[in-house]
Structures are given as structure tokens and as C-alpha cells.
């Protein structure tokens, strides 16, 4: 934590001055000194993550360090061994998953029903073995830095974050001089290049086979730049295993490959000024196809199914319009149609499917009493699981919990409000009973799911992903807000308002561009004097 020893001390201080309650009912207030050595040090962590959490705004202290190391690979070439493997595998199943295309193309042709399946399923049996060796190969580093692993190696999983992250970053400034990168990810750069720029050149050859070999002008330069800045110029291969002789020579197995071009590329905007999210995009094919979809909430299980299936929808929505008024204005008509389910209570749907749209499912790693005086939503699922199922129900771990937000009690968090799904398929009376008794309402008497939802919180949700998705991103791109119901975060709305705002006096940097100073004068201008 960032808190000094001092101030650790002046919290002790003040805790030996408060008395806490004692364990009896009524009993006598205990004081610090009179706590279990549990009690005590868990308030002292409570207290001073407060604490921290007020004066510093954070709880933890990040600390990055650089450190150099080298890693023998004439003692243990397992690591380069093993992933070349992979890599030269992978190579394979790409050149099988090009000759399946190859062939699914030339079974169209010849309009034959059985080869067409077949190659089709050839070309999908490829794609996928490529792709698990590529998921594999970028987790492998991952998987060494795991204290459990069998070939564990915190060493040569930093020499090939850092080696990694400096290629990338050496490529995005390649691109940015022609370019602009929109997304960096741990194995590759996502960026948009002008349409004049030289894409692929054809060189042609003498071979009857192979009469031409097609060229990527990005893939080459960016290539040229990984074999001049990172080959190990010595290193060393194991010629002789009885005397132990090896050969020294260059060796450089780190290749990018161009993947594209893509239609549209859809990133998100944080709700938070000056922030920004990472690892969420969605990546389309020229024929509209989704090609890529990374971190949002429809790929996660659990999470809320009305946000998976807007954000299912919505997607598509921007690769409609010739224009970004036009795009912005299919995209709103999704995020209206999804809050009109909300604000009309859902009244065109029925109870099933409303209760499929707002339910949410969690599962428990643990068991109930292992988390202790934590609290979630899940956590009270399981509880209340525990009341009117019993106790053997919810006493192992992997409880799936599913649960709604419901209103009331009124004014407490979320986590106080999940109520289980399951107790709208119980009898009437055990409904009744638990539900007055949860929503700490005696006088409730409409047991209906749509009087029970806090439709507030399923809005305040879905407009949160409407603003990350579309209202955002609008207003970035100097488009009027296309879903007026969902408002502007205070700071964007500020930020606009300081823009449009024509009595406020411009910076003159926003009129001129800073040249860089000439070293000589011209020639007319020192004749002159």
C-alpha cells in the first residue's frame, strides 16, 4: 500500500482509542489489545486501505523495474526448441488450409455437392489446427512465468515480454510515419493505411510451378526492421553431442504476417476522461463477415444476455450508411429499439424472455464460506439459495447463481438486491414469503418479475454500453448525439461546450503549425542586408 510506516502507526493510534463490540450481545466493548490477532490485524487493513483509498486514491503501488539477464540456450534449448516446433507446425496446416481453398474453389467450379462439402470441411479442419497452434504459441510465454509450470522460467518469460513489446513499438512507429496504429496487442499492431500505399508486389519467376511469388511491402519492411535490430548473431547449435562442439551462426525465427485488408474495425471509448480501453475491438470481412471479436461482454459467459445481444446487433449496424451520419444513425436505431424494451417494461415480450434478457448468471469458484464477509451479487444469490433450497444446495463449490436486480429495499447497493431466478419457479406462498422477506416489504402484494426488476439499473446498464459503443465515439467524430435519451458523461459534455463555444478565444497553435527553424537564410533575404 502507499501509506508510510508513520501514518500505519498514527491509524494504530487512533484504533487504540476506539472500542470495538464485543462478542456477547450486550456485552462490554472490547478494546483494541482485548482482539484476536485475526480481528485486529484485518481491522488495521480495513482502516488503512480507507485510508489509502481516500488520501492516495489508489490501494496498491506499482512498481516497474527494468532488469537485464541472460538465459544459456546451449545448458537448455527447450524453450526455442519447442516453440520452433510449434511454429513450423503451424506453417504446415496454413500451407494445407491455402491448398483446401484452393480446392473448395475448384469443387465450386465443378458443381459437384460431395467434393464442395468435403473440401469445406478440410478447409475448416486447417483453419482451426492453425489457429490452436497460433493460441498456443502466444500463451507459451505466459505459461512459463506460472510458478506451477513444469518448465517454470520467470527469466525467459520477461526476455520475451520485453523482446515482444520493443518489436511492437518498433513497428508502430514505422507505420505511424505512413499510417495510423488504432490497437497494439501483445503479439501484433491493428492499423489503417492510406489506399494509395504499395500493397503487394508480384515477382515473376522462371519456375513452371511457381510462376510468381506475391510480395507484402508492409510485411517486408517491417521484417527488414526485426532481422536488423534483433538476430542473435551468436548463437550457437549442438553439431557434435559426444564432444560437444557447436556452431555458431545468426539466427532470427521472429516474422511478422500481414492479415487484411479488413472492411471496418469498430473500438470502443471509456467512459472515463483520458482513459482508454484495451484489448476490445471488433474486426470485420470485406462480405460483412465478423472476423474478429475480442473483450466484449458477448464473448464472456455470465454476463448480462440484454448487453450480449445489443452488442450482437449493433456491430453489424456500422457497416451500413455512405456516410458517418448515415452510420451512426443505423447504429442508434438498435440502441432505440433495446431501450424502448426498457422503458416500456418489456411489454411486447414475454416472461421467459424477459427473464432470459435480464438475468445474470455467475458461478462461485469457491464454496459459500470460504468468501467470508465479502459481498456480491453472487454471494447473496447463494444465501438466499441457502434459505428456501437448504444449506446441502449451495455447500460445494462451482454454484452457478443466477439472479435478478430487483428495486427495493430502496436505497441499498446492488449486491442487497440480487434475488434468485429460481424463486419465480417455487409455490406461490414459499414466493410470497421470501420475496417480502428479502425486499424487506410486509405490505407487497404484486409478485409480478416486471414490478419486482429495477428497471433504473438494466437502463443505467445498457446506456452504459450504448456511451461506450456509440454515443462516445460520436462525438469524438463531431457527429450530434444519435441516441439522445443516453446523455453525455459531464466531462465530454464540458469538452464540447469549451468547443462550440465561439466567444472563447482559440490557441494560436490550432491556426498555425510549428515549422523547425532554417540553419541558413535564403539567399533573397540575406541580400538585403
Known amino acids: ?6 501514518e500505519l502507526q498514527r491509524i494504530r493510534a487512533q484504533l487504540e482509542t476506539e472500542r470495538f463490540p464485543s462478542v456477547i450481545p450486550g456485552g462490554r466493548p472490547r478494546a483494541l489489545h482485548e482482539l484476536d490477532a485475526e480481528e485486529r490485524a484485518a481491522l488495521e487493513k480495513k482502516r488503512l486501505s480507507e485510508y489509502c483509498r481516500t488520501a492516495y486514491k489508489k490501494t496498491k503501488v506499482t512498481r516497474i523495474e527494468e532488469r537485464c539477464t541472460t538465459v544459456c540456450q546451449r545448458e537448455n534449448s527447450f524453450y526455442v526448441d519447442t516453440v520452433r516446433a510449434f511454429r513450423d507446425r503451424r506453417y504446415e496446416y496454413k500451407g ?9 474453389s475448384q469443387a465450386i467450379a465443378s458443381g459437384d455437392i460431395a467434393e464442395i462439402k468435403s473440401a469445406k470441411n478440410r478447409e475448416v479442419l486447417y483453419d ?3 489457429l490452436a497452434h497460433k493460441c498456443i504459441l502466444n500463451s507459451f510465454y505466459g505459461y512459463v512465468m506460472r510458478r506451477g509450470a513444469r518448465w517454470y522460467s520467470m527469466e525467459m518469460a520477461g526476455i520475451v515480454c520485453h523482446t515482444g513489446a520493443n518489436i511492437i513499438r518498433n513497428a508502430r512507429e514505422i507505420i505511424e510515419q505512413v499510417g495510423r496504429p488504432l490497437e497494439l496487442d501483445t503479439d501484433g499492431i491493428w ?8 500493397e503487394n508486389f508480384e515477382v515473376k519467376t522462371t519456375n513452371p510451378k511457381k510462376p510468381k511469388i506475391v510480395v507484402s511491402y508492409t510485411n517486408a519492411v517491417l521484417n527488414l526492421m526485426v532481422r536488423q535490430n534483433y538476430t542473435n548473431e551468436q548463437y550457437q547449435t549442438l553439431t557434435d553431442p559426444e564432444n560437444l562442439k557447436y556452431e555458431t551462426n545468426s539466427e532470427n525465427s521472429i516474422f511478422f504476417e500481414v492479415d487484411g485488408p479488413y472492411r471496418a474495425m469498430v473500438l470502443p471509448a471509456s467512459k472515463e476522461e483520458g482513459k482508454r480501453l484495451k484489448k476490445r475491438y471488433a474486426v470485420f470481412n470485406e462480405d460483412g463477415t465478423l472476423a474478429e471479436l475480442k473483450g466484449f461482454e458477448v464473448k464472456r459467459r455470465g454476463e448480462l444476455r440484454l448487453i450480449k445481444v445489443f452488442q450482437s446487433a449493433v456491430f453489424e449496424a456500422f457497416l451500413k450508411g455512405d456516410s458517418l451520419e448515415e452510420c451512426y444513425a443505423s447504429v442508434a436505431k438498435v440502441a432505440d429499439y433495446w ?11 414475454s416472461d421467459t424472455e424477459l427473464m432470459d434478457l435480464v438475468s445474470e448468471n455467475r458461478s462461485m469458484s469457491k464454496k459459500l464460506e470460504e468468501y467470508g464477509s465479502q459481498k456480491s451479487t453472487s454471494i447473496s444469490t447463494a444465501k438466499r439459495l441457502a434459505e428456501f433450497l437448504g444449506d446441502q444446495m449451495v ?12 428495486r427495493q429495499p430502496e436505497g441499498s447497493p446492488v449486491t442487497e438486491r440480487a434475488v434468485p431466478v429460481a424463486i419465480f419457479q417455487a409455490e406461490e406462498s414459499i414466493k410470497r414469503h421470501y420475496l417480502c422477506r428479502w425486499l424487506k416489504d410486509s405490505t407487497l402484494e404484486d409478485f409480478d418479475i416486471r414490478s419486482v426488476l429495477d ?15 456509440v454515443t462516445i465515439p460520436a462525438a469524438m467524430q463531431g457527429v450530434a448525439n444519435p441516441v439522445p ?11 464540447l461546450a469549451e468547443k462550440g463555444d465561439s466567444r472563447k478565444q482559440r490557441k494560436i497553435d490550432s491556426m498555425f503549425q510549428k515549422l523547425p527553424r532554417a540553419s541558413t537564410m535564403p539567399s533573397e533575404v540575406s541580400s538585403m542586408y
Request: hydrophobic share 40%; proline share 5%; charged share 20%.
Open 191 to 198: 492499423c489503417v493505411m492510406p489506399a494509395s500505399f504499395p
Open 395 to 406: 455447500k460445494d463449490a462451482g454454484l452457478a447463481c443466477k439472479f435478478i436486480v430487483s
Open 96 to 104: 494445407l488450409n491455402k491448398l483446401a481453398k484452393k480446392q473448395v
Open 128 to 130: 482451426s489446427l492453425q
Open 485 to 495: 435519451r443516453i446523455r453525455h458523461p459531464d466531462w465530454l459534455h464540458r469538452k
Open 1 to 6: 500500500m502507499p501509506a508510510s510506516l508513520s
Open 455 to 469: 428497471w433504473g439499473y438494466y437502463i443505467e446498464r445498457l446506456g452504459g454500453s450504448i456511451q461506450k459503443i
Open 339 to 349: 431501450l424502448d424494451v426498457l422503458y416500456t417494461k418489456a411489454s411486447n415480450l
